[in-house]
């Protein structure tokens, strides 16, 4: 049952250039919606939220769109540097749920110099 | 910046002994949790815990599994006879609110422990 879902399992980008990571959902309980990344042998580390009363949260580099009707959220990386080559983790909690997560596989992010 | 650490970072057990894998969240947390990871999987949800008792639980979290708070800084998880496929990452997380809307707050997570059972 993949209620978080990230289709891609890798993706390679040139330094510089934007890094777009997208994640799909089916729960339309959930209302708040991380991105996490994670280096080998270190656990996630929390990048960005965002709460399902917006539509946009951004952060530096990085900005997370979400767009409740299609139930898609993407998170966007400008410039993107090789120093943020890692895996992403999208992951979502529910309404009513005491903030437990679920997670998508992750993508992997590799960033060229 | 605070962190939540977890320890031993590698546990090495045998099938059918009992194992506590030890966090101490951020000092000012409220909520806690375990997850885990098996290898070449999502990270999973085992139990979520606040003030004092496990407030969700998730299917795997059976009767084997165990967690406790027995000061004010740790936060165990106890699996009382491992089995085989207990084999994977165990990650501790602490928040200090899971508000609704916009008072959520992000959960921070340990590096983990990696459990091998042999």
């Known amino acids: 049952d993949q209620q978080v879902k990230q289709n891609s399992p890798s993706l390679s980008v040139q330094e510089g250039r934007i890094s777009i990571l997208n994640c799909d959902y089916t729960?339309?309980?959930?209302?708040?919606f991380l991105w996490y990344k994670k280096y080998p042998a270190e656990g996630p580390t929390f990048l960005i939220s965002i709460s399902s009363i917006k539509d946009k949260n951004e952060d530096g580099r990085f900005t997370v769109f979400l767009n409740k009707s299609a139930k898609h959220l993407s998170l966007h990386i400008v410039p993107s540097q090789p120093g943020d080559s890692a895996v992403y983790f999208c992951a979502a909690s529910a309404s009513g749920s005491q903030g437990n997560l679920i997670f998508g596989k992750g993508t992997k992010l590799s960033v060229k110099p | 910046e605070p962190e939540v650490t977890q320890t031993p970072s590698h546990q090495v057990t045998q099938m059918g002994q009992e194992v506590i894998l030890r966090c101490v969240p951020i000092s000012n947390h409220l909520y806690f949790y375990w997850y885990r990871q098996i290898l070449g999987q999502k990270v999973e949800f085992l139990v979520s815990?606040?003030?004092?008792?496990?407030?969700?639980k998730s299917e795997i979290f059976d009767d084997q599994f165990s967690v406790e708070r027995p000061d004010g800084s740790n936060f165990t998880l106890k699996i009382r006879s491992t089995k085989l496929e207990d084999s994977a990452m165990y990650f501790c997380?602490?928040?200090?609110?899971?508000?609704?809307?916009?008072?959520?707050?992000?959960?921070?997570f340990g590096d983990g422990t990696r459990l091998s059972i042999l």
């Open positions: 815990f606040y003030n004092n008792e496990i407030s969700e």
């Open positions: 997380a602490s928040t200090l609110d899971r508000g609704r809307g916009y008072s959520n707050q992000p959960q921070h």
């Open positions: 729960n339309s309980m959930f209302d708040y």
